[in-house]
Every structure is written in structure tokens, then in C-alpha cells.
């Protein structure tokens, strides 16, 4: 089992960057794709970024590219996520996601989640 946990949310002002880290435990990730997804309230949970488990290859929603920032840290099982230029519209709980040898950009392309981090986002 892989247990993800989240941090580095918080309250911040339009404009500004946050960068959330998800510590993996249990097993090395370093054969799994990460994403993360984001879930405002009333709303679906929606991907974000992923990153892939062989190399850099990464793959971004259309309304964070250029913002946002996904990477991993093979060696301290951790991945990242940098979001820069934020808007109130990036408010929402932020989870991160594993799969053994896999990625994608739908929530059934993952098998283990974390529990989320908040971000909030004033204008």
C-alpha cells in the first residue's frame, strides 16, 4: 500500500504561488505516476497535473498550464506541484494521486490518494 500525504496549502492572494508536496510512504514511487487533482466545492474533482514514472514527461489541465509546475523527487519520495500567478479560481482541496506504471488524467486512472491540502486563493 502507498499512503500519499499532502501539504503546503494555505490562504494566499491573487497573484501570488504556493507550492503543495506529496509525501509518499509505504513504497517507493519511484515506478508510479503522480498526479494531482483538485476539487472546489460543489464541484467534481478535476485533474490537475501528472507526471510521469519513467523521465519528466508531464501533462497539465488547460487552465493551469503555463502556471503550474509538476515534478518528483525519486529520492525523498516526494512530488511537487508550484503554482504560480494564482487566481481565485484555483481555490479548492488539492489531493495527490499514485499508480504503479501508470498516469493519465481521469480519477479512475489512479489507485491511492491522499487526504488533501486547502488552498485558498483572495482576490
Known amino acids: 500500500q502507498v499512503q500519499l500525504d499532502e501539504s503546503g496549502g494555505g490562504l494566499v492572494q491573487a497573484g501570488g504561488s504556493l507550492r503543495l508536496s506529496c509525501a509518499a510512504s509505504g513504497r517507493t514511487v519511484s515506478n508510479y505516476g503522480m498526479g494531482w487533482f483538485r476539487q472546489a466545492p460543489g464541484k467534481e474533482r478535476e485533474f490537475v497535473a501528472a507526471?510521469?514514472?519513467?523521465?519528466?514527461?508531464?501533462i497539465y489541465a488547460d487552465s493551469v498550464k503555463g502556471r503550474f509546475t509538476i515534478s518528483r523527487d525519486n529520492a525523498k519520495n516526494t512530488v511537487y506541484l508550484q503554482m504560480n500567478s494564482l487566481n481565485v479560481e484555483d481555490t479548492a482541496v488539492y489531493y495527490c494521486?499514485?499508480?504503479?506504471?501508470?498516469?493519465?488524467?481521469?480519477?479512475?486512472?489512479?489507485?491511492?490518494w491522499g487526504q488533501g491540502t486547502q488552498v485558498t486563493v483572495s482576490s
Open positions: 507526471i510521469y514514472w519513467i523521465g519528466i514527461s508531464t
Open positions: 494521486a499514485a499508480r504503479n506504471k501508470g498516469w493519465g488524467r481521469r480519477v479512475n486512472d489512479y489507485d491511492y
